[in-house]
């Protein structure tokens, strides 16, 4: 019940997957919320085979009560987490004027809205660790062809910083990571590359604390 795990939200084959990794070779138990059974089943098996202990849950980012429900399941089996990390985004390419309100909507629930329900879910259950967003350049530099991603990207930011603060006297350390390039197969874009920058920051003191960090 009180051994030290990660939440991983929007876990998936690619990064999602190298970050669990990241953490789990230290902290041996990881849990997974993702939309697909099929792919969590996959996951699942891979990081068994690498000694890691695997809690899965399906659940969609945009229905913010099963969401809700799932992150109060796992604080009741396995206590607080050590580690979150809120990895949940849609990415569809849709430009601003014609983007339905309906679905700019559902996936600011995805994009931002998730993030904020996990936080303030687990972080009051929390005396120590991190919490970290995938967060992207996006934030920085929006992309009229990915309307509603560059939005949730700048509220993801927003919330980090704004949120940030009132974590700081429990000892947990929230932020954003803005990952400004695209996801490669090696070089500095791979996804272990990049997972070692969140297992990085879980370790840094806290005077090196910042409630942003941008992955070039």
Same mark, same amino acid.
């Given at each position: ?5 990660? $939440? ?12 669990? #990794?990241?953490? /789990? &070779?230290?902290?041996?138990?990881? +849990?997974?919320? +993702? ?11 891979? @990081? ?18 099963? =969401?809700? %429900? +799932? ?9 607080a ?12 390419? &849709? #430009?601003?004027? %014609? $983007? ?5 909507? &559902?996936? =600011? ?5 998730g ?7 687990? *972080? ?24 509603? @991603?560059? +939005?949730?990207?700048?509220? @993801?930011?927003?919330? %980090?910083?704004s949120?940030?603060?009132? $974590? =700081?006297?429990? /000892?947990?350390? @929230? *932020? ?22 969140? /297992?990085?920051?879980? $370790?840094?003191? #806290?005077?090196e ?8």
């Amino acid at each position: 019940m009180n051994e030290a795990y990660v $939440l991983i939200v929007g876990a998936g084959p690619g990064l999602g997957l190298a970050i669990a #990794r990241e953490f /789990g &070779r230290d902290i041996k138990k990881v +849990a997974l919320f +993702a939309r697909s059974e099929e792919n969590l089943s996959s996951l699942a098996k891979s @990081l068994n085979s690498e000694g890691i202990e695997v809690k899965t849950k399906s659940v969609d980012a945009a229905d913010l009560v099963a =969401l809700e %429900a +799932a992150t109060e399941e796992i604080l009741a089996d396995w206590g607080a987490p050590r580690v979150v990390v809120y990895h949940g985004a849609t990415v569809v390419s &849709r #430009r601003p004027l %014609a $983007l339905p309100s309906s679905e700019f909507a &559902r996936e =600011l629930v995805v994009n931002v809205v998730g993030a904020h329900l996990v936080t303030s879910t687990v *972080a009051p259950k929390m005396t120590e660790g991190t919490i970290l967003y995938t967060g992207g350049g996006f934030a920085m530099y929006p992309s009229a062809d990915y309307a509603s @991603l560059s +939005a949730g990207k700048a509220a @993801l930011k927003n919330l %980090a910083e704004s949120a940030a603060g009132d $974590l =700081l006297d429990r /000892g947990v350390h @929230l *932020a954003v990571i803005n990952i400004c390039g695209f996801v490669e197969p090696t070089g500095n874009f791979s996804v272990e590359q990049i997972a070692k920058k969140y /297992g990085e920051i879980h $370790l840094q003191g #806290r005077d090196e604390w910042k409630f942003e960090y941008n992955y070039v």
